[in-house]
């Protein structure tokens, strides 16, 4: 299969980490985890093969998924670097449920982020030291604490996209969410969401001098979508809590 001319290097890859709404995703070569930059809104899971493809004169490289075509024409490279992180992952896995889970920082860190009151950045930076370790752990005596780490990690993901992203992106993001509320714990998680979103449309109103022109044209289609699901009743009491008039 020719290289496309516009590609100078491309490596096949294997998929760590990697969300759809984002273009940051974690990838692993030979062995070594690395941080990369994807396509946005592409669709990879972990433990699936992509290419890594840098480009000529820009010199910038993306993760991008395999075509069909790509998978057919590589597969012994591919089956290659699956068996070689395959055998890497058992070895860690291994060492991580045996150890790391006693190890008394571990279990400190652990305790410090499930607390309520700790701050945003120092819960961010210790969901990624522990995730790994608890995420490996068998057994139904660890599932409470999976479900909570899980969520806070969700809770982390969303508000840095909701910080990072511009309006329209995180309408739709909340409109998704929104779409997705199956429970009384889906709207927690949406108007926790929410709040974070209020906090940065606040930053740019108060540096805004059209009477909140802004404000309502950005928060309004979240409201629309979420009162045509629902009752206006709990967003309405939302809405008053946080004094935002006109709505």
């Not at 991008?64 to 290659?80: C, F, G, M």
């Given at each position: 299969?020719?290289?496309?001319?516009?590609?100078?290097?491309?490596?096949?890859?294997?998929?760590?980490?990697?969300?759809?709404?984002?273009?940051?995703?974690?990838?692993?070569?030979?062995?070594?985890?690395l941080d990369a930059m994807k396509v946005f809104g592409a669709t990879l899971a972990?433990?699936?093969?992509?290419?890594?493809?840098?480009?000529?004169?820009?010199?910038?490289?993306l993760v991008?998924?395999?075509?069909?075509?790509?998978?057919?024409?590589?597969?012994?490279?591919?089956?290659?670097v699956k068996n070689k992180s395959n055998n890497v992952?058992?070895?860690?896995?291994?060492?991580?449920?045996?150890?790391?889970?006693?190890?008394?920082?571990?279990?400190?860190?652990i305790q410090v982020v499930l607390q309520t009151n700790t701050p945003i950045r120092d819960s961010e930076k210790i969901i990624k030291d522990v995730f790994s370790v608890v995420a490996?752990?068998?057994?139904?005596?660890?599932?409470?604490?999976?479900?909570?780490?899980?969520?806070?990690?969700?809770?982390?993901i969303h508000r840095n996209y909701i910080k990072k992203c511009d309006d329209k992106d995180v309408c739709s993001f909340l409109i998704n969410m929104?779409?997705?509320i199956k429970s009384k714990q889906?709207?927690?998680?949406?108007?926790?969401?929410?709040?974070?979103?209020?906090?940065?449309?606040?930053g740019v109103h108060n540096k805004n001098t059209n009477d909140g022109a802004h404000f309502k044209k950005t928060f309004h289609p979240i409201y629309n979508a979420y009162v045509d699901r629902f009752e206006k009743k709990y967003i309405n009491m939302w809405v008053s809590r946080n004094n935002l008039v006109g709505f």
């Open positions: 299969m020719d290289l496309n001319p516009r590609i100078k290097d491309q490596t096949i890859c294997k998929v760590v980490n990697s969300i759809t709404m984002s273009k940051e995703i974690v990838i692993e070569i030979d062995g070594m985890q972990s433990g699936e093969c992509a290419f890594l493809k840098t480009y000529k004169g820009s010199g910038k490289s991008l998924p395999l075509t069909k075509a790509e998978r057919n024409y590589h597969k012994d490279e591919i089956d290659e992952d058992v070895k860690k896995i291994k060492t991580l449920r045996k150890e790391a889970i006693n190890d008394d920082n571990v279990k400190r860190k490996v752990q068998r057994g139904s005596r660890f599932d409470k604490l999976k479900t909570e780490l899980y969520i806070k990690a969700d809770e982390t929104i779409n997705k889906d709207h927690f998680h949406f108007f926790k969401a929410i709040q974070v979103y209020l906090k940065r449309l606040n």
